[in-house]
């Protein structure tokens, strides 16, 4: 494999298990090296339970990342020629990766890479909301219950790739960057460790500055509106 090819996907299992699959599963040497990282919404998604709440949605993802490390994610136009880019891609002729492999639920590169900053979701074949819970659906008369997968805990755990973090299996269910989808959205202690070894640790003037903005952080995701 490549170097400029590696990367992480999110991919459904024939028995029905739902993991994120890496090309390389060392952990990832290389790192963004400027402060301020920019980032834009290609294309977003067609998913009416998530369309109105995907901006705060992706503001919060990044902003998980960034009360740790001492980087700035800025969100500029597309048209501006962003670090990281975001894309809901609804045509399965537009990928070639989702179009080979239709169990691929999202994926994202490593820095350093020939395609840094990628990170594509899948929204022609799966649905995405801001909890994951099953939502209700009328077809033909009959309602069925349709799965949906939690955007936010996806983008953060893409995010953690495309910051140069690999899979840790320490903590299964517990931690972001496990292999497995499990819905959380808050960094567990190793992730923050891992992340803070990277890059460093972000450094505020007081602590209660930092548990405000922890705080807030915490509210805005239960509150997601």
Known sequence: MKMQDVF???????EGVVE????????W???WDKSVITYAVIEGTK?????????????????????????????????????????FVNDPNQDEYFKDRK???AYAYYP??????????????????DDGKNIKVKSDGITIHMRTYNVIHVLIHELGHSLGLSHDETNPG?????????????????????IVKKYGNRIYSKWSMFSRRLRHLTYRKKNLV
């Open 112 to 129: 350093k890479t020939r395609f840094q900053g990628v990170v594509r979701f899948n929204d022609y074949a799966y649905h995405w909301s």
């Open 29 to 31: 040497p290389h790192k």
């Open 47 to 87: 998913d009416a339970g998530i369309f109105s709440k995907l901006r705060k949605a992706v503001g919060l993802s990044f902003r998980t990342w960034e009360l740790r490390i001492p980087i700035k994610f800025k969100r500029v136009k597309k048209s501006q020629n962003p670090d990281i880019t975001i894309e």
């Open 174 to 194: 517990i931690d972001v960057m496990d292999p497995y989808y499990n819905g959380k959205i808050t960094l567990s202690e190793s992730d923050i460790y891992r």
């Open 20 to 27: 994120f699959i890496e090309s390389e599963q060392y952990e």
């Open 103 to 105: 169990t691929v639920l």
């Open 8 to 14: 992480c996907a999110l991919e459904e299992t024939s």
